[in-house]
């Protein structure tokens, strides 16, 4: 087990007004493993990768890492956990407006002590010719391109994507869904994605189905299907 949740619970608000956002969740990954977390909006998925991800605090439950307990972390120890740990892909780029490309991702590698080449990651990503261009100047795929590249020169241990493809026309996500299979394969990050398009789920190695902030369903693809061949 590489990555373990064990009975998370989250709920919002008080008393009367009190949500129960997560009900007590629990799956395990191996490294390398691609997770997609599949539901409809408000189902408690987002919640789920942000606690993951330290962004946010379950109430209760355990979350392990490599070992490491995150549940057990100070504040400062938490910080360190998500440089070392983690990389984050949102549905908003969030890219830096008067950095280029190249600079844009250049700023993830800061946080890493074993960063990635960026030569042979701005190939992998196809940004090559546009690597000297700002985020202005850029397609929408391009501009979530280069927040992967960002995401990813870290070298993280685990990638979560939070509806990566949500801005995206049906041809540049199918091109995102490749890249984010390209880059699980070729580094070895494992990857949590959180949508609520069906067709990804075939992609996966372990595809967790969420209803009102519970797993309502959770199984492995014995064969997966290549993102090049989805179809929606």
Known sequence: MFLGLRDIRKSYGNRENRVEVLKGISFDAEKGELVVL??????????LLNIIGGIDEADSGKIEVRGEVMNT???????????KHLGYIFQMYNLIPNLTVRENIEVGGYLSDHPLDIDGLIETLGLKEHQDKLPSQLSGGQQQRTSIGRAIIKNPDILLCDEPTGALDYR?????????????QKYGSTVVM??????????????????????????????????ADLDW
Do not use: F
Request: hydrophobic share 30%; proline share 1%.
């Open 194 to 227: 959180v949508t609520h398009n069906e067709a990804i789920r075939h992609m996966a190695d372990l595809v967790l189905e969420m209803r009102d902030g519970t797993i309502r369903r959770q199984y492995r693809n014995e064969e997966k299907t290549a993102a």
């Open 73 to 83: 972390m100070n504040e400062r120890e938490r910080t360190k956990y998500r440089r």
């Open 38 to 47: 599949l539901g409809p909006s408000g189902c408690g998925k987002s919640t």
């Open 172 to 184: 540049t996500s199918k091109d995102i869904l490749k890249l984010i299979e390209s880059v699980n």
